[in-house]
């Protein structure tokens, strides 16, 4: 009988050559780290994160990966503020919406201090911690 720390293994061994061999017509990768810019849709203060508030955006900025537009200016996003700390918030984006789909993102946090207040139509830019894929 294998070990339970070899069977782990081999299942994340079993997965990755999965992943590898994905058609690529499944759709566009959006690697880590890639900057999505955004225009805020209405106006943002760090004491609405005490209350979980959500925010929406628009991408300001096209997302291009190899060359290609992956995600248009002009697409929906949205996010999430959360309180830190007490004296200290913070903003993520969690959604961005492209030819009618909605697809989950995970973007690092900006952190904003208690008095910070962040007009409509600010521009903000959070980068991705996890890459995802846009379907064709």
């Not at 007490?86 to 690092?108: D, K």
Request: net charge positive; with cysteine; charged share 15%.
């Amino acid at each position: 009988m294998r070990s339970p720390r070899k069977w782990c293994g081999i299942v994340a061994l079993s997965l990755l050559s999965i992943c590898a061999t994905a058609s690529p017509r499944s759709g566009k990768s959006v690697p880590v780290m890639t900057a999505l810019t955004v225009k805020l849709d209405q106006a943002m203060n760090a004491r609405a994160a005490a209350n979980g508030a959500t925010f929406t955006a628009t991408l300001k900025q096209p997302v291009e990966v190899d060359g290609q537009e992956i995600i248009p200016a002009g697409a929906s996003a949205g996010g999430l503020m959360s309180k830190e700390s007490p004296n200290n918030a913070q903003m993520e984006l969690n959604s961005v919406f492209v030819n009618g789909r909605s697809y989950r993102i995970t973007t690092e946090s900006l952190p904003l201090g208690q008095k910070t207040a962040l007009p409509a139509g600010a521009t903000l830019t959070f980068h991705l911690m996890l890459s995802f894929s846009i379907a064709k």
